[in-house]
């Protein structure tokens, strides 16, 4: 008989307990940066709310009982020394809640209603059950007692400031189980066939399956590959909303969107096991794509985000993400995917390149997607060389799909337009040593402790040998024992946790290992490749990383984090392996 497989285990203070398609997680983290004492139902339509506080009891006083949370892909325990509680999700709107030896209170998380704020609680006689209804999600949550004693019900159709919810323990068997829902006005009285035991192991069932199509390639040289392939299959949620396709969120924890740069490394991370899903990844933001051709700066549930953009990283992405899927993408998808990078790159080209100027240029650091980097310091309205580069990997990727769809004149015109950006890059930014950025405003230029000055590497074997060879020496300096730190350590305006003025991230790591590789700069992308791969493995999938000390800091639970880790250590697995 072979033994169930019950995935890696994992802190739900760092990673937050959720299933493929849920809106909803389980998680201590209710706020960004913010920790309860208890574990909450956590919603993500409308933006992150904790809605329902959820307590162990002690059944002899009824009182929060002392517990220890275990958590596995497919099960979720307190564990206290009277008894436990466990959870599963049953679907991605539903869990099921059983207990021996500990009550459980299921509690509005926000004690004040207000006309326009907060959680109403009553009981449906229509339903049989309990019933949340939250302002701030707009849903409502449906607690349906299966088996034992409601001891409590406080707080039903209170108004104004008082304790809501409903407390539950064993009946005469010693045991108790609830069904939790989060609906939206009505639905029929909740019934399931299923036991929680069958509930579990079809979930663990769902994320095996998973991570065998993302990771077959594991090993235990790749020790970290299904807690990061739980991250993404956690994150993943169902379309709603503004949310058109499957979306891998880039975290349930506060950073609960899909920004337009970050996708991309999911998308590749998916793409030979799970391609429908990587397709979805690249063109969610497409879908919101505006009448300039720019994409939104975010998407999620129920906000689209126009007032910046993000880097054009989407050629680049595409054109490996298309090598990357098992079946290459037919002439339908072809030519849908070059409208939309058409679209996107001209947006670029018109909106974003000053009257007779060659290159384009960034209007704030955010839309770089190096929101605060030192680039940015002297000016904010500045051409950069990371932005040239893109699109010229960009309007080489038009040039190829216009090949590939037999439109030969397309083909020529933006091939001849990536050499005149290139040439431009070169002629208007190297100084002979390094790349710099050139204000627009004043016509100012100035070099920076920032790796984004040196973000060209992309450009691999397009680069003049010398210019990719100064680049890699320069890439050293920013090597700490955990990877390549955004800002020079030993600059006066390095900072540990300074977002892009320090930390290790991992978009930056991918698109510099691969101009590298590209670049034939070999052992220095291994190294890079291996600092990452060693940072994710002993410090998690954090949103970035303190580069002198490697620990994790702000999201700890970050999608595009554990999907470059993916990235690499799929790649480093096949290079082994020849």
Known sequence: MTAARTGPAFSVHDIPFSTYGSWFDLSPVVAEKTYADDLHLVSHQNGMHAVLRLVPLDPATGERAETRVEATPGLLGWIGAAGRVDLAYESPDTVRLR????????????????????????????????????????????????????????????????????????????AWEIAVEELDTARTPYTSSATFDEIVESVRGAFADFVD?????????????????????????????????????????????????????????????????????????????????????????????HNFVKPPIHGWAYGLLRRRLPTPPGPAELAAAYERLERWTDFWL???????????????????????????????????????????????????????????????????????????????????????????????TWSSGSLLDLMPVVLGEHLPAEVGSALADRIKAHLTPYGLATELPTSPHYLADGYWRGPIWAPATVLVEDGLRRAGHHRLADDISARFRALCETHGFAENFDALTGTGLRDRAYTWTAGSYLLLAEAHTHREGR
């Open 99 to 174: 207990g021996r030896g500990l009550g459980i209170g299921v509690l509005a998380a926000a004690r004040t209603l207000t006309p326009f704020s907060g959680t109403y609680f009553f009981h449906d006689p229509a339903a049989g059950a309990h019933v949340f209804t939250s302002y701030e999600t707009g849903r409502r949550y449906r607690v349906t007692v299966l088996s034992g004693t409601v001891t409590d019900t406080a707080g039903a159709q209170a108004l104004g400031t008082a304790d809501r919810g409903v407390r539950v323990a064993a009946d005469a068997d010693g």
């Open 213 to 305: 199509a993302v990771a077959p390639w594991r090993s235990s040289a790749t020790p970290a590959a299904e807690l990061a392939a739980y991250v993404v299959w956690s994150a993943t949620v169902r379309p709603t909303g503004l949310v058109t396709r499957p979306a891998v969120l880039m975290s349930k924890h506060w950073m609960d969107k899909v920004w337009s740069w970050d996708h991309c490394f999911n998308a590749l991370a998916l793409a030979p096991g799970c391609p429908g899903l990587a397709l979805d990844q690249y063109h969610l933001p497409f879908d919101h794509q505006d009448h300039s051709g720019a994409l939104p700066d975010s998407v999620t549930h129920s906000e689209v985000l």
């Open 350 to 444: 018109t909106a974003r390149r000053a009257p007779g100027a060659e290159l384009a240029h960034y209007q704030h650091g955010n839309d770089s997607g190096w929101d605060n980097a030192t680039t940015f310091d002297p000016e904010r309205v500045v051409v950069t060389a990371d932005l040239a580069a893109f699109l010229v990997l960009q309007l080489r990727e038009l040039a190829a799909l216009a090949t590939e769809l037999g439109r030969a004149e397309e083909a020529s015109r933006w091939t001849a337009e990536a050499g005149r950006t290139q040439s431009a890059l070169l002629d208007q930014l190297w100084s002979g040593d390094r790349f710099v950025a050139r204000g627009l405003a004043t016509g100012a």
